[in-house]
């Protein structure tokens, strides 16, 4: 059972879908006047694992995420660089699309519906609030009428009206009936990008784009609304008024918002200046490593953004691809198949994988997720260290697809294991090459990286037994160039990757 922390209610639920076996998620996208920065990442590599969990567990998943490709900072932009606004929209979008991949966002199936190809939808949107008598015209402005929608307003927010109006700057004006009504349709300046509509000519305000195309693609009523906190008000609370003011139904039931990012303990923002691009963070760190330092903590909870923190996250993942690169190995050389020595990590293997399930059920509890993982990869390289030579292969094997399968498939941390493997084998027989040591495995290496480090340690004991430590201090050197790290203990020489 999946329960999520709804905003909402601000409970705990158990997930039902609307319809069984189906998930019809909206998740609020960029607005594209800019290459992103690692607070819009958040969301995006966050409700991407929400959507691949969903799968996992066997959900059909209809995941759309807009792009808002026309608003004041747009427009501000493309009379800066003389340029269009859809000339900005298309730079920013293709390169929002080119970050994403590198964070591993799964594109296949989702929909990315751009706001400008959806005015129609928006206009009739509009004209349903004008005529149900939700909302007025002004001056070639339409602006929602938040008093008529009074009893409910603020309910996801918990913002109140009468606090509202008395914040705000001004209290009255002579376009709006009140302070707190907000813009469905702007009259156009000269020259600005417009649109014909029964108001004259004009764009959408940002709220009804949104509701208008959740509309198209999900239905009046549908499963999560997503994105992050600072968008709960005013931007999701206009959403609900405008959805359920002009097409009825629950709009969407559950609300999921994720937290913040701190740069040194303050919140990160534009304003503050103090924030970082996605694209300046991957050209020092893998996309995964950015994944995995986002997923693990709780989305909900704000997180500290750092070098230190990408440090770890890499460590970390360093940590996992060995154990996989020794499991990889071992699996296949050095234990096989028969015998019961694999009955313990087998049922440590069961209880993780029913614990990531209880964690990632548990309002997508990434970061126990991820606990459970190193919790079983402790326990494999442990297994690994005492059962060598023995049974256990099949087991080994079990273990090396379900870590696989949850970091890669769920988590979307895309570890590449095996192609390391083959990279270590090649650079491993490069530098028997290099040292004119003949390769004991011939040409046809095949996947036998073990074999190989094993030979050059063999080699670099008889090295030193000659006194030849110039080649002896050689292997090890380069053994360590690439990535084998060898280690003298008392009795033998272990090595590690
Ligand atoms: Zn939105």
Redesign the pocket.
């Given at each position: 059972m999946i329960k999520i922390h709804n905003t909402l209610t601000k409970k705990l639920e158990e997930f039902i879908p609307i319809e069984p076996g189906k998930v019809k998620m909206?998740?609020?996208?960029p607005t594209v006047y800019n290459y992103i920065h690692i607070g819009n990442a958040r969301p995006a590599i966050f409700f991407d694992t929400v959507r691949r969990y969903f799968e996992y567990r066997d959900y059909k998943v209809i995941y759309v995420q807009?792009f808002?490709d026309v608003d004041d900072k747009m427009i501000e932009k493309a009379n800066a660089e003389g340029v269009t606004v859809k000339d900005i929209a298309d730079k920013y979008i293709g390169a929002y699309l080119e970050d994403t991949k590198k964070i591993n966002l799964k594109e296949e199936g989702m929909i990315r519906p751009k706001a400008t190809d959806h005015i129609k939808e928006m206009i009739k949107s509009i004209k349903i609030l004008v005529n149900k008598g939700y909302a007025y015209e002004s001056n070639g402005d339409v602006y929602f009428d938040v008093e008529k929608y009074k009893e409910h307003y603020g309910e996801l927010s918990g913002q109140k009206i009468k606090a509202l109006k008395a914040g705000a700057r001004v209290e009255t004006s002579d376009i709006k009936k009140s302070s707190v009504d907000f813009a469905l349709w702007k009259t156009a300046k000269e020259g600005e990008l417009s649109w014909e509509s029964p108001w004259g000519k004009g764009r959408p305000g940002?709220?009804i784009?949104?509701s208008a195309m959740?509309k198209k693609y999900l239905g009046a009523s549908f499963d999560i609304?997503g994105?992050g906190q600072d968008?709960i008000f005013p931007?999701?609370e206009n959403?609900i008024a405008q959805s359920k003011c002009s097409y009825g139904g629950d709009y969407a039931r559950y609300w999921i918002h994720n937290g913040y990012i701190n740069i040194k303990g303050e919140k990160m923002s534009k304003s503050k200046g103090n924030f970082f691009l996605l694209r300046e963070i991957l050209e020092d760190y893998e996309g995964k490593v950015v994944r995995f330092f986002m997923l693990s903590s709780h989305y909900r909870k704000p997180i500290d953004f750092s070098d230190k923190e990408l440090e770890m996250a890499k460590s970390a993942i360093k940590r996992i691809e060995n154990s996989m690169l020794a499991m990889l190995e071992k699996m296949d050389t050095k234990i096989s198949d028969e015998g019961s020595d694999g009955l313990e990590l087998k049922t440590v293997l069961e209880s993780s994988k029913r614990r990531f399930v209880e964690a990632m059920d548990d309002d997508f509890n990434t970061a126990q997720a991820i606990g459970v993982l190193f919790e079983l990869i402790k326990e494999v390289n442990k297994f690994m260290e005492q059962k060598l030579n023995n049974s256990g292969g099949k087991v080994l094997k079990d273990v090396y697809t379900f870590i696989k399968t949850t970091l890669i498939e769920v988590l979307g941390v895309e570890i590449v294991v095996e192609k390391q493997i083959k990279n270590l084998t090649i650079e491993l027989t490069e530098l028997l090459k290099q040292i004119e040591i003949e390769n004991p495995l011939g040409e046809n290496t095949g996947n036998s990286t073990v074999e190989l480090i094993e030979f050059l340690i063999e080699k670099r004991k008889m090295a030193k037994k000659e006194r030849n430590f110039a080649l002896s201090d050689e292997i090890r050197d380069k053994m360590a160039e690439i990535g084998v790290k060898i280690k003298d203990g008392r009795e033998k020489t272990t090595w590690t990757i």
């Open positions: 909206y998740v609020c996208g807009n808002t940002w709220h784009e949104c959740s609304h994105g968008l931007h999701h959403e």
